[in-house]
């Protein structure tokens, strides 16, 4: 019952290019900016994520005495995850301790451009907004064809059927994004020359005391405190992000289960009952929908109405179909025994390291949640999948 949605595939580059840019701010490096490249070089990286633990096989949800194991939906995970735009999501699936050190190294990073600028516009008697639109956006030049092109080549494979005339806009945005990055880099090389930088601890060096000063700018300190908060927030996002992956492809496989159990019992082949309970319902967005829904997210969409009204239409079916899908799945669900099970536990406080907490049958069923959890119901393909939102209780149960 998944499939991809053309629209946000679409807006993919434009995604990746923001995080490029907001990668520059956490860099450091000693030497010139690197000279522009027309496109980017796709780098590769591992298929199989080397978890901190590799625990056993677990049951993770049983459907009509039916049990459904890691091993059941581990491949889907792991291409959900690995194909998924953002690299630092990517990084944190495949190695959480090489990754979380990266990140401290960045928000250190980060936080010292931060101060950098901040200096350099008070210096000025100007606004921090002022000194990056000054000293960084106005010198952006627009790509040329050829490179505008080139990009595309480079990038089909993420865009699919799409056509260069249609993608254009976020091409074009990409390709800046990349450029800006190159400028920021090199003005915060130079503010580096004019200010007082001063290395004071290694950020990923272990059991740092609190209070401990990484790095000064121009006397004013950064101290260890402040990335760990920070780290917090961001270990936390990416685990819930891997969560609902994880949820999401246990959900599905529960559907199929479900789906070729009605089946059976009717007799009749599994797309019988989807082409009946889903696709024969389904109707086409008019020119009003897509009209509104440009017009709601215009913000986030590169481009007029016209070169976006395939892409938007095709959105919006895909919408109507997970909602039909989802009807169908809650009525297969009803009077069918499901039961929940298979806790991951974090049990190094940071998210580096994990086990497994197996429960008995008799407490599948069962909630866990913590004194401060919550939950919160996020729109999917197949039922819907509920990202459960209990501080370092993570997984798939």
Known sequence: MNRTRPLIILLTLIACAAMAVAQTQRRRTGTAAPKPTPTPTPVPVSSQPQQPMDPPPATLAIVNDTSITLADVADQINATILDDPDPYLRAFYLDPEKEIKEARQRALDARI????????????????????????DAKITPPSEQEIQAAYEANRAQLGAATLASVRPELINYLRGLRRQELYEAYLNRLRMTNAVAKRAEVNTPNLAPGTVLAAVNGDPIRVDMINERMKAYVYKLQMRIYAVKRSAVDRRINDLLLIAEANKRKIGTEEIVRAEVTDKLKPPTDADVANFYNENKARINGDLPSARADIASYLQQQQEGKL?????????????????????????????????????????????????????????????????????????
């Open 113 to 136: 451009s931060s101060l950098l600028i901040a200096a350099e516009a008070k210096k000025r008697a100007k606004s921090q907004a002022e000194i990056v639109e000054t000293e960084i």
């Open 325 to 397: 899908e989802t009807a169908l799945s809650e009525r297969l669900r009803t009077g069918a025994k499901v039961q929940m099970c298979g806790l991951w536990r974090d049990v190094s406080g940071y998210g580096r390291r994990f086990e497994v907490l197996r429960q008995p049958r008799a407490l599948c069923n069962s909630r866990f949640s913590a004194d401060y959890g919550s939950s919160e119901r996020v729109p999917g393909r197949t039922g819907g999948q509920r990202r459960e939102r209990t501080g370092k209780v993570l997984g798939v149960y």
